[in-house]
């Protein structure tokens, strides 16, 4: 069993920038594929972005350049940093561990906001 947990959401304003940790509890953080999905209101969740155990990263074309995902195997954690924010950013970001062995886990989500 993997927990997860969010931190670092809240308001900011237009061209602002967040940092996101998801921090993970339990053991063999390091072969979990790890990611970030959103939620707006009245949308679907959907991909932002997901570091391999390896490193390798991949984005949503709508965060590519401005977010970056990384993770410190050491600290049990996933972060993600959000740069030149936008209105349409708005959401709950959600972090998830997969792993073919031994599940798949999800965070309780953050509220990030982007207003002025």
């Known amino acids: 069993q993997v927990q997860l947990v969010e931190s670092g959401g809240g308001l900011v304003q237009p061209g602002g920038s967040l940092m996101l940790s998801c921090a993970a509890s339990g053991s063999m953080f390091s072969i979990y594929v790890l990611a970030w999905y959103r939620q707006a209101p009245g949308k679907e969740r959907e991909f932002v972005a997901i570091?391999?155990?390896?490193?390798?990263?991949n984005y949503a074309d709508s965060v590519k350049g401005r977010f970056t995902i990384s993770r410190d195997n050491d600290k049990n954690t996933v972060y993600l940093q959000m740069n030149s924010l936008k209105p349409e950013d708005t959401a709950v970001y959600y972090c998830n561990a997969y792993s073919s062995s031994w599940g798949d886990f999800w965070g309780q989500g953050a509220q990030v906001t982007v207003s002025s």
């Open positions: 570091i391999g155990s390896s490193g390798n990263t």
